[in-house]
């Protein structure tokens, strides 16, 4: 950002210089060949100090050997752009969510302060410097995530805190869960599958007829009983989130489409104050799933141009 501010600046300054508009010595002078005289050596002078200027300032020596701001410059392009350019893109598209969610600065002020409050931290100075030992190295860069967090806060509606009422749910849900899926490899034969479940098909022969995965397929879909933490996040998201006897809509990860059926619960032997953790992580791992799904759907959904050949790739590589 630097070198760009500069190049603007040099060329702002190029632009503005007055030209000259006679090439013919000033007939009013009283000595015109000491005046070009004067010129050359001003031109002379002014060509030297160009000259020194244009020498590139250095980053650092190796053994004599210096490493100027360029070939600095160069490197971080190669190895370090694409990641930059994601980032910047990413906090660019979120600003404009932002704009029309209606979240405003004061709004993220107000966010820090809440957090300032929670740390038992008064002094900014000191906030910033646990900050930084959290990974964020600058104020600007909180403000940033700290945006992203409220975005995502409003299309959710949710703050990613879970009060005891959701924990209690969650426990009551079971620790572990026995199901049954069917696994298409299109959405569009899980919604067929999924309407002939419910005009009352045999989900067991329709799992042998149609799912693709061939560890339970044959066994009528049967998954066995498991808990949190074993399957895909998606999957255990929908599967924990169910009714008995409910079948979810479909749910796509890295497999394909997955109608779901739960078939029965196992309860916690444990108290609820024993797996609070638990189910608090639970929980967050569900929620940050959700959120990464919807940054996704956001990036997807957004006009973005990529101007420079050498980062055209990124259209493909957007998290």
Same mark, same amino acid.
């Given at each position: 950002?630097?070198?760009?501010?500069?190049?603007?600046?040099?060329? *702002?300054?190029?632009?503005?210089?007055?030209?000259?508009?006679?090439?013919?010595?000033?007939?009013?002078?009283?000595?015109?060949?000491?005046?070009?005289?004067?010129?050359?050596?001003?031109?002379?002078?002014?060509?030297?100090?160009?000259?020194?200027?244009?020498?590139?300032?250095?980053?650092?020596?190796?053994?004599?050997?210096?490493?100027?701001?360029?070939?600095?410059?160069?490197?971080?392009?190669?190895?370090?752009?694409?990641?930059?350019?994601?980032? *910047?893109?990413?906090?660019?598209v979120f600003e404009n969510e932002a704009e029309e969610l209606g979240i405003a600065e004061e709004d993220v002020q107000a966010e820090i302060s809440y957090l300032m409050d929670t740390m038992g931290?008064?002094?900014?100075?000191?906030?910033?410097?646990?900050?930084?030992?959290?990974?964020?190295?600058?104020?600007?860069?909180?403000?940033?995530?700290?945006?992203?967090? *409220?975005?995502?806060?409003?299309?959710?509606?949710?703050?990613?805190?879970?009060?005891?009422?959701?924990?209690?749910?969650?426990?009551?849900?079971?620790?572990?869960?026995?199901?049954?899926?069917?696994?298409?490899?299109?959405?569009?034969?899980?919604?067929?599958?999924?309407?002939?479940?419910?005009?009352?098909?045999?989900?067991?022969e329709l799992a042998e007829t149609y799912s693709q995965d061939p560890g339970s397929s044959s066994e009528g879909g049967d998954l066995g009983t498991f808990g949190r933490g074993t399957m895909t996040?998606?999957?255990?998201?929908?599967?924990?989130?169910?009714?008995?006897?409910?079948?979810?809509?479909?749910?796509?990860?890295?497999?394909?489409?997955?109608?779901?059926?739960?078939?029965?619960?196992?309860?916690?032997?444990?108290?609820?104050?024993?797996?609070?953790?638990?189910?608090?992580?639970?929980?967050?791992?569900?929620?940050?799933?959700?959120?990464?799904?919807?940054?996704?759907?956001?990036?997807?959904?957004?006009?973005?141009?990529?101007?420079?050949?050498?980062?055209?790739?990124?259209?493909?590589?957007?998290?």
């Open positions: 950002m630097r070198t760009i501010l500069l190049i603007g600046i040099l060329l *702002l300054a190029a632009c503005s210089e007055p030209e000259s508009n006679s090439t013919e010595p000033d007939q009013n002078q009283n000595d015109p060949e000491e005046t070009v005289d004067n010129e050359s050596a001003e031109d002379l002078s002014e060509e030297k100090a160009s000259e020194e200027e244009a020498e590139p300032a250095l980053v650092a020596e190796v053994n004599g050997e210096p490493i100027d701001e360029q070939t600095f410059h160069e490197a971080l392009r190669e190895q370090y752009g694409e990641t930059v350019l994601q980032v *910047l893109i990413q906090e660019k931290i008064e002094e900014e100075e000191e906030f910033y410097g646990m900050m930084e030992m959290q990974g964020i190295q600058s104020e600007t860069e909180l403000r940033k995530r700290v945006l992203q967090h *409220l975005v995502m806060q409003e299309i959710t509606g949710h703050d990613g805190e879970f009060s005891e009422e959701e924990l209690q749910e969650e426990y009551d849900r079971g620790a572990e869960l026995t199901a049954r899926h069917i696994l298409t490899g299109d959405s569009e034969t899980a919604e067929d599958v999924l309407a002939r479940l419910e005009d009352g098909e045999s989900f067991a996040p998606p999957f255990e998201a929908a599967a924990f989130t169910l009714e008995d006897e409910e079948y979810s809509e479909p749910v796509q990860s890295q497999f394909g489409y997955h109608i779901i059926e739960v078939t029965d619960r196992v309860p916690f032997e444990e108290p609820f104050d024993d797996v609070r953790e638990q189910l608090q992580q639970s929980l967050s791992d569900r929620y940050q799933y959700q959120v990464n799904r919807i940054q996704e759907t956001i990036m997807d959904e957004a006009d973005v141009t990529i101007l420079d050949e050498d980062f055209q790739s990124i259209l493909n590589e957007q998290p």
